[in-house]
């Protein structure tokens, strides 16, 4: 099984950037999609963006988007969220994802994901 590592997390005020990152523990991760979901207190949890192996992306978008981007870097495991100009809605916890592919498939839903990470916590201040 996979196991994913979030880290990256923190409190900052509003404007301010954090980048995110997610280890994967599998050698196989190369092929996996990956992508970032959000929870905020008190409401449904909600996508972010996803990134496939070969770098197709799925958003941002909404609300992050032009200010949230996802990459990876297959040589390191590890997939990154950089957020940029933090508003106090972004406070969240956010988690990582990850769906097993031997092909090119997407993460857009909950129900799409094989594997989670345990979440790392964002609050942005006014």
């Known amino acids: 099984q996979g196991q994913l590592v979030e880290s990256g997390g923190g409190l900052v005020q509003a404007g301010d950037s954090l980048r995110l990152s997610c280890a994967a523990s599998q050698r196989t991760f190369s092929r996996y999609t990956m992508g970032w979901f959000r929870q905020a207190p008190g409401k449904e949890r909600e996508f972010v963006a996803a990134i496939t192996w070969s770098g197709g992306l799925t958003g941002p978008a909404g609300s992050v988007k032009g200010r949230f981007t996802i990459s990876r870097d297959n040589a390191k495991n590890t997939v990154y969220l950089q957020m940029n100009s933090l508003k106090p809605e972004d406070t969240a916890v956010y988690c990582c994802?990850?769906?097993?592919?031997?092909?090119?498939?997407?993460?857009?839903?909950?129900?799409?994901?094989?594997?989670w990470g345990q979440g790392t916590q964002v609050t942005v201040s006014p």
């Open positions: 994802a990850a769906r097993m592919t031997s092909g090119i498939a997407y993460i857009t839903r909950a129900e799409d994901v094989d594997y």
